[in-house]
């Protein structure tokens, strides 16, 4: 019964998004702004109703009703309670459901909160996301619905992908989502203004709070899927340039692009039209990503929804969208006023720079995923575009705005001095070439980039650091007098530093790879091996049975000079259901590096094949994206940013006058 | 996402015996040609997974091409050999890095175009841009100084 209530509730939100979008567009034609209002009750509803329905699935996956094909089909009495609430996202229709669920919570939010908001661009925002919904639930009810029952139902279910029995399932695509579809409402405000033909700095202050949240939100959920496969995969890689992650890496490089210019908006009422282009570009990554992943174009051994029937539905969602609010933009860009002149080398200047490297890597990477699709359909020619192309081509170009970074954030407003700011970069460059021209000598015949691109990353940290010094310390000035000087400085410009010192952060880890070590070798018990600065014993392999699988536990000893640090147990995990074998990994964190060890066969005399790896620094690559998603948090936490802050409700100025912080 | 990045790669493991990313027994006792072989083999891509170099890939089709190339580079070919062997036997969709041909021109020159173009927009936008704020025009004059009269 609870089932076809979460159905029913899918329908019923169908319903309410329809009026959420209908009903305000009508009444922005007539200018009519009490049916504008509308949209407020309606997006509040339709949330309530897809939470319902997403409620009801959840409630069928902990109950295991098998009768559920979807539960029948991802789930099994057997698997663990957090494993069963996160395999109900574990699959393409439970996954499409979250995905609606979250569009509709970001609509409630600016539902919710949105009373500072002029109420014609409220109705148009809550219409435009409503259009959205309204596309998306069609897709699930027609093509993807997750309450399909089965008759007879099973006795038990066909359990969880293996692969997918981890907590990072529990995390990543929660996380992930909330970026991709967090971009949905900065679609929305940037398609309402295009309605309105109006947008000005309040424009920016309103939206730019939603983009820092999808934007950390797409930060974290990317890195913590890259921290996944790393820990899964059993050999290491965290990041594989496979279509699917760039499909997630897009909208990231075009929203990062977007938060930056939406900043010189505020700021300074310019590049109006180019940050609108950018919230389409983001968002419109974002159903490509989804379009990509599950329309089974990409490639013939997918495991997830290869349905054609699925793949010509988003397709036609994406034309839709894309080319809606792309002809909507050519229509009304042009209507839009350029405000805020300002000389090239400015801190404008730079964050156009900034904005061309993002948007060229991010073409770089979709004409790397899309090219081989493409190229097949004309020709029939099959070619592969790998890691080494776009470390070459996005690479580089990263490598290049990195450098630009520091330049850019001491840059002032409207006219900067690039004298003084080099004068301010001397030590920051200094220290960077020092380490770089230090670390090449070291490993004198070693990789040639990782030196270039770790001296790059001492810069960006210590640059940024500098930074935040310049504008706190003075001459002769009392520590009480700096606390309060550090304490007056915005939270947006300590949030901006700290986002590109995390950037720093991971250069520095992806730059440390290159020095790893690895030792691929059948083992015997007792016996030690060196890999990096540590040694490693293997001491027993035994086996234990979980839940729903059974283990084949290595127990091994890392030894520092002799000196026990840690011990790790690398495991193979064989399921039982799906008659499969995982690998999981034995991971020992020491300082900032990691000893990685996977095992494979067994061999006859009780020796075992090992693969032990020493990452220096490894750990800095996620630590890094989380610095760089903190530093969004704090630039969220900005007093100016503060959504729906109750003082300036009353005293607004008139929509279209400057905006006061 | 990453999930179904995850599951393609189970997808290899189905239907193999679980074989593993490169094995000690598979490795060459030379180091110098092993390295090569290694090198080699990150240029590589596993056939049945996507975008995965045999170095990396459970499958077995992955653990065959890597024997096959440790067995040629024992024999004395050189890479380039072993590589255009590779490519004539599975076509350039085993090379991870695509090559240089009229088809991939676009492919390798289109960020760099897109660059140029951008860099290039960005001029031109600048030098047609007003650099101070345009004059008033006449109409405007008029209704500014009819405000300023009190009207």
């Known amino acids: 019964m609870i089932v076809e209530i979460g159905h029913y509730a899918l329908t019923l939100a169908l319903a309410l998004a329809l009026i959420q979008a209908i009903v305000p567009l009508w009444g922005a034609r007539l200018r009519d702004e009490s049916l504008g209002a509308v949209a407020t009750p309606a997006a509040l509803g339709q949330f309530a109703a897809v939470a319902a329905s997403f409620a009801a699935l959840v409630y069928a996956h902990l109950d295991s009703d098998f009768s559920v094909a979807n539960v029948a089909e991802n789930s099994h009495s057997a698997m663990p309670t957090i494993y069963k609430i996160s395999g109900v996202w574990g699959n393409h229709e439970g996954s499409m459901l979250l995905w609606v669920l979250i569009l509709a919570a970001f609509g409630a939010l600016v539902a919710a909160f949105g009373r500072g908001l002029p109420a014609m661009l409220r109705a148009n925002v809550l219409a435009v996301q409503?259009?959205?919904?309204?596309?998306?639930?069609?897709?699930?009810?027609?093509?993807?619905?997750?309450?399909?029952?089965?008759?007879?139902?099973?006795?038990?279910?066909?359990?969880?992908?293996?692969?997918?029995?981890?907590?990072?399932?529990?995390?990543?695509?929660?996380m992930l989502y909330l970026g991709y579809v967090g971009f949905s409402i900065v679609f929305s405000f940037a398609a309402a203004a295009l309605i309105e033909g109006r947008i000005d700095a309040a424009w920016a202050r309103f939206v730019r709070p939603f983009a820092l949240v999808a934007w950390c939100f797409l930060t974290l959920g990317i890195a913590m899927g890259s921290y996944w496969a790393y820990y899964t995969l059993g050999w290491g890689g965290f990041w594989f340039w496979d279509p699917v992650e760039n499909a997630s890496l897009m909208p990231w490089l075009a929203g990062t692009a977007f938060v930056h210019s939406v900043a010189v908006m505020e700021k300074r009422d310019a590049l109006k039209v180019w940050t609108i282009f950018l919230a389409i570009l983001a968002f419109s990554f974002s159903l490509l990503g989804?379009?990509?992943?599950?329309?089974?174009?990409?490639?013939?051994?997918?495991?997830?929804?290869?349905?054609?029937?699925?793949?010509?539905?988003?397709?036609?969602?994406?034309?839709?969208?894309?080319?809606?609010?792309?002809?909507?933009?050519?229509?009304?860009?042009?209507?839009?006023?350029q405000g805020g002149l300002f000389a090239p080398i400015s801190r404008e200047g730079a964050l156009v720079l900034n904005n061309l490297f993002l948007t060229t890597t991010c073409a770089g990477v979709f004409l790397g995923t899309?090219?081989?699709?493409?190229?097949?359909?004309?020709?029939?020619?099959?070619?592969?575009?790998?890691?080494?192309?776009?470390?070459?081509?996005?690479?580089?170009?990263?490598?290049?705005?990195?450098?630009?970074?520091?330049?850019?954030?001491?840059?002032?407003?409207?006219?900067?001095?690039?004298?003084?700011?080099?004068?301010?970069?001397?030590?920051?460059?200094?220290?960077?070439?020092?380490?770089?021209?230090?670390?090449?000598?070291?490993?004198?015949?070693?990789?040639?980039?990782?030196?270039?691109?770790?001296?790059?990353?001492?810069?960006?940290?210590?640059?940024?650091?500098?930074?935040?010094?310049?504008?706190?310390?003075?001459?002769?000035?009392?520590?009480?007098?700096?606390?309060?000087?550090?304490?007056?400085?915005?939270?947006?410009?300590?949030?901006?530093?700290?986002?590109?010192?995390?950037?720093?952060?991971?250069?520095?880890?992806?730059?440390?790879?290159?020095?790893?070590?690895?030792?691929?070798?059948?083992?015997?018990?007792?016996?030690?091996?060196?890999?990096?600065?540590?040694?490693?014993?293997?001491?027993?392999?035994?086996?234990?049975?979980?839940?729903?699988?059974?283990?084949?536990?290595?127990?091994?000893?890392?030894?520092?000079?002799?000196?026990?640090?840690?011990?790790?147990?690398?495991?193979?995990?064989?399921?039982?259901?799906r008659q499969m074998t995982t690998s999981q990994a034995g991971i020992a964190t020491l300082w900032f590096g990691q000893i990685y060890a996977a095992i494979g066969d067994q061999g006859p005399d009780g020796s075992i094949a090992v693969r032990l790896y020493w990452k220096p620094l490894v750990t800095l690559i996620w630590l890094g994206a989380c610095i760089m998603a903190l530093g969004g948090g704090l630039c969220l936490a900005d007093r100016r940013l503060r959504f729906g802050a109750p003082a300036p409700a009353r005293a607004r100025p008139p929509i279209g006058a400057p905006a006061t912080s | 996402m990453r999930i179904l990045r995850l599951a393609t790669i189970l997808a290899c493991l189905i239907g193999a015996s679980p074989a593993q990313a490169v094995q000690p027994n598979e490795m060459l006792a030379d180091t110098g040609l092993e390295a090569r072989a290694r090198d080699l083999s990150a240029e590589l891509r596993c056939m049945v997974c996507q975008n995965q170099s045999i170095d990396d890939s459970d499958a077995t089709l992955a653990r065959d091409i890597r024997v096959l190339i440790r067995q040629r580079i024992v024999k004395g070919e050189s890479n380039t050999q072993i590589r255009d062997f590779l490519v004539s036997r599975y076509g350039d969709f085993i090379l991870l890095k695509p090559p240089f041909k009229p088809e991939t021109l676009l492919l390798w020159f289109g960020a760099p175009l897109v660059l140029a173009l951008g860099a290039l927009w960005i001029v031109l936008g600048r030098s047609r841009r007003p650099t101070a704020a345009p004059a008033l025009s006449a109409e405007e004059e008029a209704r500014l100084a009819a405000i300023q009269r009190g009207e």
């Open chain 1, 370 to 577: 899309l090219y081989p699709l493409a190229l097949e359909q004309f020709t029939g020619e099959k070619i592969t575009v790998g890691a080494p192309f776009f470390n070459l081509t996005c690479g580089v170009l990263l490598l290049i705005l990195c450098f630009l970074v520091p330049i850019g954030q001491s840059l002032a407003w409207k006219r900067g001095d690039l004298h003084g700011v080099a004068q301010r970069l001397t030590l920051a460059a200094l220290i960077g070439l020092a380490s770089a021209v230090a670390l090449a000598a070291i490993t004198e015949g070693g990789p040639v980039l990782a030196p270039i691109a770790a001296g790059l990353a001492l810069y960006i940290v210590i640059g940024s650091l500098s930074e935040l010094a310049a504008r706190i310390w003075r001459p002769g000035l009392s520590a009480g007098v700096l606390v309060a000087r550090a304490r007056a400085l915005p939270l947006s410009a300590w949030g901006g530093a700290l986002a590109h010192i995390g950037v720093g952060v991971t250069l520095l880890g992806l730059a440390a790879s290159a020095f790893g070590s690895e030792v691929i070798a059948t083992t015997r018990m007792g016996e030690a091996r060196h890999v990096g600065p540590y040694e490693v014993t293997m001491d027993s392999v035994t086996s234990r049975a979980g839940p729903n699988y059974q283990d084949l536990v290595a127990k091994a000893t890392i030894r520092s000079d002799g000196i026990v640090v840690a011990s790790i147990e690398p495991a193979k995990r064989s399921f039982t259901t």
């Open chain 1, 130 to 174: 409503g259009l959205i919904s309204i596309a998306f639930l069609l897709f699930i009810l027609m093509t993807s619905n997750p309450f399909a029952r089965l008759d007879p139902a099973p006795f038990e279910g066909h359990d969880l992908n293996p692969v997918l029995q981890d907590l990072g399932l529990a995390i990543h695509p929660p």
């Open chain 1, 290 to 337: 989804t379009f990509l992943v599950r329309s089974g174009v990409l490639t013939s051994v997918h495991a997830f929804a290869s349905d054609p029937q699925r793949g010509v539905f988003i397709l036609l969602i994406l034309a839709l969208f894309i080319g809606g609010s792309l002809i909507l933009f050519a229509l009304r860009a042009p209507l839009l006023r």
